[in-house]
Structure formats: structure tokens, C-alpha cells
């Protein structure tokens, strides 16, 4: 068996066992995600190989000529402790170039990243629980299923809450399969949007961004409101934003985990104040 490392870029459908990794890992992946992910940047995704074999993984992705997400940063238990994982990550960063880099560490990789130019910024608070049904109850706020009229309404304010126009992106996230997303409106302009998917263990809302706490609650509630009894929810929250703490208390979700939040250069303009839940740990 040939033991040399050669890393390449990864296809969907190789990407796939990339997330069944991450399911092993406990990331709760959703199950639609890499079809999502995927098609954002073809080439940042990025596989190690020994013998032909996938052992390592990073993903790279660029959203526009100032920012990029790095993720799915894995080896296959078998072979880790040889600087597979750190020989991937050589080979995939420079798809970055000069942009800004988010990611979210986990706490035992923190020192790693560090060492690499990323700076902390805040900690990402992983919350799950079962909130309680809502049946019938009227939203604090109007809310109404997104159409695909929406788009491009949905991707201005999302601008606000992201460091990049994820317009494409949005197209896939919305309507895929398995995915289920509502909109809030005050006098024809939004103020919020949410989307809860299907994961490997409950749901997953995210992103859930709002200009208020009602509207965030009223999401919140109708994106949750029809699923069965007992069926976990995660959301992941910026720490420094109190009411989307006291958003998934109230809801009975409890913290779980946390990652944190790091950058290499300035922290970019992010809306914390809106985001009362990110899209995803893997692409931001």
C-alpha cells in the first residue's frame, strides 16, 4: 500500500463520507447538508489519501474576494497522530488567499489554530433540547413560509448578518429537500427568516436571524411548532448575544457544547446582534 499523503479536491459524492465522519464525531450533521455545501465553492473541498483511500479532510470555502470559511477539518481515527490532518490543511489553505478566514475550532484544536494566525473572537454555544409544542398559540410577530420570491429579499438581509453575499448559496439552502423555512415581515420589509433541516438526530435550526427578540421567538416557535413530541432541537448561538440565551432557555434547550469562533485578521462586520443562531459550524 502506497503511504504517501496525496491531497486533491473531493467531489460531492466523495464528500459524503466526509460527513459521515463528521456524524461520527458527533457534529450532528444535516442530512441534506453536503448537497447544500457542496456547490457553494467546488473547489474547497479538499481529501487526503493514503493508497486511494480518504483519510483527511478540510474544506475552503470562498464567498467572495474578502472572506472565506474553513471547516470539516478531520482525520479518520485510524490514522491520526501523524500530521495527516496538519499536510491536508497545508495543501488547502492557500485556496483561501489573502481573504479573511472564519472557523469554528473545537476547544482541543483552539492552540493549533492559533498557532496558524487565527485570533479568538467568542465562543459558539451548541443548545439543544425539546421546546415545547405550539399549537394554535398565535406568533409575537407575523410570520409566513418562504417562497422562492423571496430570494432575493432574504439574501439582502442576510448580508447584514453574514460577511458575504450568499445569494447562490441561499437558492439551495432554502428549498432543499428536507428543509423548512419562514420569513417575518413589518410593513413589506424583513426582519427576520429561519430555517430548520432534518439531521442526524432531531433538527437543526439555523440560520435564525431577527431584528428583535419577538421576532426571533416568533420564528423560532413556528419553525418548531409541528414537530413530533419529544424531537430534539440544536441551534448554535454566539455567546456574547443574551437573548438568544435566553431565547433557547426559555424553549428548554440546554448548552451542550461550544466551539470557538476564530478569524485571521480584523473580525468582519457579522450582525451578532441579529443572529440568534448561525447556519452551520462547517461553513459559518
Given at each position: 500500500?502506497?503511504?504517501?499523503?496525496?491531497?486533491?479536491?473531493?467531489?460531492?459524492?466523495?464528500?459524503?463520507?466526509?460527513?459521515?465522519?463528521?456524524?461520527?464525531?458527533?457534529?450532528?450533521?444535516?442530512?441534506?447538508?453536503t448537497?447544500?455545501?457542496?456547490?457553494?465553492?467546488?473547489?474547497?473541498?479538499?481529501?487526503?489519501?493514503?493508497?486511494?483511500?480518504?483519510?483527511?479532510?478540510?474544506?475552503?470555502?470562498?464567498?467572495?474576494?474578502?472572506?472565506?470559511?474553513?471547516?470539516?477539518?478531520?482525520?479518520?481515527?485510524?490514522?491520526?497522530?501523524?500530521?495527516?490532518?496538519?499536510?491536508?490543511?497545508?495543501?488547502?489553505?492557500?485556496?483561501?488567499?489573502?481573504?479573511?478566514?472564519?472557523?469554528?475550532?473545537?476547544?482541543?484544536?483552539?492552540?493549533?489554530?492559533?498557532?496558524s494566525?487565527?485570533?479568538?473572537?467568542?465562543?459558539?454555544?451548541?443548545?439543544?433540547?425539546?421546546?415545547?409544542?405550539?399549537?394554535?398559540?398565535?406568533?409575537?410577530?407575523?410570520?409566513?413560509?418562504?417562497?422562492?420570491?423571496?430570494?432575493?429579499?432574504?439574501?439582502?438581509?442576510?448580508?447584514?448578518c453574514?460577511?458575504?453575499?450568499?445569494?447562490?448559496?441561499?437558492?439551495?439552502?432554502?428549498?432543499?429537500?428536507?428543509?423548512?423555512?419562514?420569513?417575518?415581515?413589518?410593513?413589506?420589509?424583513?426582519?427576520?427568516?429561519?430555517?430548520?433541516?432534518?439531521?442526524?438526530?432531531?433538527?437543526?435550526?439555523?440560520?435564525?436571524?431577527?431584528?428583535?427578540?419577538?421576532?426571533?421567538?416568533?420564528?423560532?416557535?413556528?419553525?418548531?411548532?409541528?414537530?413530533?413530541?419529544?424531537?430534539?432541537?440544536y441551534?448554535?448561538?454566539p455567546?456574547?448575544?443574551?437573548h438568544?440565551?435566553?431565547?433557547?432557555?426559555?424553549?428548554?434547550?440546554?448548552?451542550?457544547?461550544h466551539?470557538?469562533?476564530?478569524y485571521?485578521?480584523?473580525?468582519?462586520?457579522?450582525?451578532?446582534?441579529?443572529?440568534?443562531?448561525?447556519?452551520?459550524?462547517?461553513?459559518?
Amino acid at each position: 500500500m502506497n503511504t504517501e499523503l496525496t491531497v486533491s479536491r473531493a467531489t460531492l459524492e466523495e464528500w459524503r463520507q466526509v460527513e459521515e465522519w463528521a456524524a461520527d464525531e458527533a457534529w450532528n450533521p444535516g442530512r441534506g447538508d453536503t448537497a447544500c455545501f457542496h456547490p457553494t465553492d467546488p473547489d474547497g473541498f479538499f481529501l487526503g489519501r493514503l493508497g486511494g483511500r480518504p483519510v483527511s479532510a478540510v474544506s475552503v470555502v470562498t464567498y467572495s474576494d474578502r472572506f472565506a470559511f474553513l471547516g470539516y477539518y478531520l482525520v479518520d481515527p485510524e490514522h491520526r497522530g501523524r500530521g495527516l490532518g496538519m499536510a491536508t490543511w497545508r495543501t488547502a489553505l492557500p485556496h483561501a488567499g489573502e481573504r479573511t478566514i472564519g472557523l469554528d475550532a473545537v476547544p482541543a484544536q483552539e492552540a493549533i489554530y492559533r498557532r496558524s494566525g487565527f485570533t479568538s473572537a467568542y465562543r459558539t454555544v451548541r443548545c439543544a433540547g425539546t421546546p415545547p409544542r405550539t399549537d394554535g398559540a398565535a406568533p409575537k410577530a407575523p410570520v409566513q413560509p418562504v417562497t422562492p420570491d423571496d430570494l432575493d429579499a432574504l439574501a439582502a438581509y442576510d448580508r447584514q448578518c453574514f460577511p458575504a453575499d450568499r445569494r447562490a448559496f441561499l437558492g439551495r439552502w432554502l428549498t432543499a429537500e428536507g428543509h423548512t423555512a419562514y420569513v417575518s415581515r413589518q410593513d413589506g420589509r424583513v426582519t427576520g427568516y429561519g430555517v430548520i433541516r432534518s439531521a442526524r438526530d432531531g433538527q437543526r435550526v439555523g440560520p435564525l436571524f431577527a431584528d428583535s427578540p419577538a421576532v426571533a421567538e416568533a420564528l423560532f416557535d413556528t419553525l418548531t411548532g409541528h414537530l413530533d413530541g419529544g424531537e430534539e432541537v440544536y441551534l448554535d448561538i454566539p455567546e456574547p448575544h443574551e437573548h438568544a440565551q435566553t431565547l433557547a432557555a426559555s424553549r428548554g434547550l440546554e448548552p451542550r457544547s461550544h466551539t470557538v469562533r476564530m478569524y485571521t485578521g480584523p473580525v468582519p462586520p457579522t450582525g451578532t446582534d441579529r443572529t440568534y443562531g448561525i447556519t452551520s459550524l462547517e461553513l459559518g
